[in-house]
């Protein structure tokens, strides 16, 4: 038998005083013997068929008690913490207080604990989305978008302006050394984009073909000390010359035949985009309004458990595109001291998530229960392709099933939030939460009709006299 006690320490710590009998640990004892026979070699026995008063004899009991106590201790252990309910975020600390030469065996585990956090306020978050409603400036700006990809470019001996294509030799140097990247000829870039340096649409602001332009800009990079030197020689302005806002070029652009169907049209997509991009950030903003109300630090042992979650999962990304971690900060501009602190922050942010989500389900009695662990289970098995029996008795091999439930429970406690949230626009208004389902269809009504069709010719059957 295996009996538990626990005590609280400081430091968010508690320790467990495990006792094992010494009948329980005289099975664990057999079994080091079993195992040392299989190595043994003892003249006239095959190997593993020594038995234990022989190997006594030989070997005395000391060995095979360390090699139980070395074995046993560690299942010991999370039999003791899952019969006292211990939430352990780290590795034990196992002090062995008797049992060492004979008898009953106990020990000391001194572990930490997952901390319960308070976020006060948790019932009333102001969450802001973006408006769901669309506008017909909105509707003006897609045309404009599809009106630009049909514009052509037409030389111009004016001064460049905003929104012009300049042809450019452009150079590049730090300390007279060439910039990769910023050395090129003919090069066509757009006054304004900023798609290189904002010092270079500056500069190519009023200027006119012949140009020679020499400045400095600024290094993306903050730790780099010299300026990049920019030589750039202009060759060739364009103007972009859009076409008119009409039938022909509605018909020209689209599947429709008018300008009047073309903004139907979009303004009927927007009217799917705009309510779920909405919906999306409410989500988003309200997990992120939660962990502000969190002040304590969470603790370390969990926070460096999800950076290397983060991160195993940025490097299984990669690989899946046959790209590697120095690819990655090469494409972002980043260094790996900038990753890792990046990591940190979103791992803290990550962890203090979960402790205000798992405070929320508590205080509002949110459990996960067996219909929505079942759920989630299939879900689960669909992803992996796997059979749900299947996957469910792993979990419990694995005592995972409880992280599910936990999980569950998260995610009912994060859905509670949504629907007590305060939602408004970026002005501050109050946004209705019909707004942010998309509008009914045609298809929608039609088959919602459908569906009632039945019941309604039912209750005209019943209606008609025997």
Do not use: C
Not at 82 to 106: F, K, L, N, R, Y
Not at 299 to 304: C, E, Q, R, T
Not at 346 to 363: I, M, P, S
């Amino acid at each position: 038998m295996v009996r538990t006690s626990v005590e609280p320490l400081e430091g968010n710590r508690v320790k467990l005083v495990v006792e094992v009998d010494e009948e329980e640990f005289e099975r664990a004892v057999d079994a080091a013997f079993k195992r040392i026979a299989r190595e043994a070699r003892i003249p006239g026995f095959r190997p593993g068929k020594a038995p234990r008063r022989l190997l006594e004899a030989r070997i005395g009991t000391e060995v095979a008690r360390q090699e139980a106590l070395r074995e046993a201790l560690p299942e010991y252990y999370e039999r003791a913490v899952v019969e006292a309910d211990v939430d352990a975020i780290a590795p034990p600390e196992i002090d062995i207080t008797a049992g060492q030469d004979s008898g009953a065996v106990a020990f000391d585990a001194v572990v930490e604990v997952r901390p319960k956090v308070q976020v006060p306020g948790y019932d009333h978050l102001r969450v802001t989305v973006p408006d769901p409603k669309v506008t017909e400036a909105e509707v003006d700006a897609q045309v404009e978008r599809l009106r630009s990809q049909f514009g052509e470019l037409q030389v111009v001996s004016r001064p460049a302006r905003d929104g012009d294509h300049v042809t450019i030799d452009i150079a590049g140097s730090i300390a007279d050394e060439p910039v990769e990247g910023l050395t090129a000829d003919d090069y066509l870039y757009e006054v304004g984009s900023e798609a290189i340096l904002p010092e270079l649409d500056a500069e190519l602001r009023g200027a006119k073909v012949g140009d020679i332009l020499v400045f400095n800009a600024e290094h993306p990079d903050p730790d780099q000390e010299h300026p990049i030197r920019l030589r750039v020689l202009v060759k060739e302005v364009k103007e972009k010359i859009l076409p008119d806002i009409d039938d022909e070029w509605a018909n020209e652009a689209s599947e429709f035949e008018t300008v009047a169907e073309l903004r139907e049209h979009l303004r009927q997509r927007l009217a799917e985009i705009k309510p779920a991009q909405s919906k999306a950030a409410l989500e988003d903003g309200t997990l992120a309004a939660l962990v502000q109300l969190v002040d304590e630090e969470p603790p370390g042992a969990l926070v460096d458990a999800e950076v290397e979650r983060q991160a195993s999962q940025l490097v299984s990304r990669l690989r899946s595109q046959n790209l590697s971690i120095e690819d990655y900060l090469q494409a972002t501009g980043r260094t790996g001291e900038e990753l890792g602190d990046e990591l940190r922050r979103r791992a803290t942010d990550a962890v203090k998530a979960d402790l205000a989500l798992r405070a929320v389900a508590e205080a509002e009695g949110i459990e996960g229960d067996d219909d929505a662990v079942d759920a989630q289970i299939h879900h689960m098995a669909h992803q992996i392709h796997e059979d749900p029996d299947e996957v469910r008795r792993r979990l419990e091999r694995a005592d995972q099933l409880q992280a599910v439930r936990s999980d569950v429970a998260k995610s009912k406690a994060l859905e509670w939030l949504v629907g007590h949230a305060e939602i408004v626009d970026e002005e501050g208004r109050p946004v209705d939460r019909d707004d942010l389902e998309p509008p009914r269809t045609e298809s929608d009504e039609l088959t919602a009709d459908t569906t009632q069709q039945p019941a309604a010719e039912a209750s005209t059957v019943e209606e008609q006299p025997a």
